[in-house]
């Protein structure tokens, strides 16, 4: 039986409007959750591995040295397309800037892989959570006022990640040639292999694994069918891909740490650290 009553609180004269979660058209809970786990543990973890990649990547980004190791170049400054690049793959260089361009080298392409991680699905909602808190869990309501989704900007950019896609396959497709040419020695005869091959080979492994598992590229692959049957090479491939996506967030946080690791040994082989060993 009614009472006549609204449950739903009202705000009271004077005070400010509560929106969200907390507007008065919603149930009235006293408690921000009723969760009784540590789940901020998850956020926090992801916050303080996206941080630390942030702050490396950009060192590294700016720091314009040490990128190059006979036969190894670094994943952030390949392709290298300003003329001051240093001497690469036997002269074989991408030198699409001038001498005008004073920066250094990495700030020319790291722009696409950073674009299409940004943009990626699970990247979203790594960092909405880690850093913004919109939610920070699930079943944890969200402290910000009000809503808007992606509709406005600069959020409403997140729908170019499609076409971010197409040029982190051009990424990926120039460090397979990097990949290749690190069977090469010094002197460009092929034969070789040290660790740094290896290191190559896992890092391009993982960065096609992840952009393969895109959310895109399986909307690309698979898209637009009717009927599958009469598509049975793209139903083969929405199948591998779809096996991808389902481990999209492993392979984005594998292929994270390779390509810094990669990078990071490069560094300390171009630095006189320690020598490549090679195995022939």
């Keep these: 039986m009614s009472t006549g009553t609204d449950p739903r609180p009202s705000a009271a004269a004077g005070s400010p409007a509560r929106g969200g979660v907390h507007h008065s058209s919603r149930a009235s809970i006293a408690p921000r959750h009723l969760r009784r786990d540590r789940w901020w543990?998850?956020?926090?973890?992801t916050a303080a591995g996206l941080l630390a990649f942030v702050v490396y990547s950009t060192w590294r980004a700016f720091a314009d040295e040490r990128y190059?190791?006979?036969?190894?170049?670094?994943?952030?400054?390949?392709?290298?397309?300003?003329?001051?690049?240093?001497?690469?793959?036997?002269?074989?260089?991408?030198e699409v800037f001038g001498s005008w361009w004073?920066?250094?080298?990495?700030?020319?392409?790291?722009?696409?892989?950073?674009?299409?991680?940004?943009?990626?699905?699970?990247?979203?909602?790594?960092?909405?959570?880690?850093?913004?808190?919109?939610?920070?869990?699930?079943?944890?309501?969200?402290?910000?006022?009000?809503?808007?989704?992606?509709?406005?900007?600069?959020?409403?950019?997140?729908?170019?990640?499609?076409?971010?896609?197409?040029?982190?396959?051009?990424?990926?497709g120039i460090l397979t040639y990097d990949a290749v040419l690190a069977f090469r020695d010094e002197h460009g005869a092929w034969g070789h292999m040290g660790l740094g091959t290896l290191v190559m080979l896992a890092n391009i492994g993982l960065i096609w694994a992840y952009t393969l598992s895109c959310h895109s590229c399986r909307h690309i692959v698979g898209g637009r069918l009717r009927t599958f049957s009469k598509h049975p090479v793209r139903y083969r491939m929405w199948g591998v891909v779809s096996r991808l996506n389902a481990r999209h967030m492993v392979l984005a946080w594998a292929s994270l740490a390779s390509v810094a690791l990669a990078d990071l040994y490069v560094y300390l082989v171009a630095g006189g650290v320690f020598d490549d060993p090679r195995f022939f």
């Design 68 to 94: 190059y190791a006979a036969p190894y170049v670094s994943p952030f400054y390949s392709p290298c397309l300003a003329e001051r690049c240093v001497p690469m793959k036997d002269g074989a260089d991408w």
């Design 41 to 45: 543990l998850p956020p926090a973890a």
């Design 102 to 172: 004073a920066l250094s080298p990495a700030l020319l392409i790291l722009i696409f892989p950073l674009g299409f991680r940004l943009t990626c699905y699970y990247y979203r909602k790594a960092y909405y959570r880690g850093f913004w808190a919109s939610p920070p869990a699930c079943a944890v309501a969200e402290p910000h006022a009000k809503y808007t989704g992606e509709t406005r900007f600069p959020l409403i950019l997140q729908n170019i990640h499609r076409y971010f896609f197409y040029f982190a396959v051009i990424v990926a």
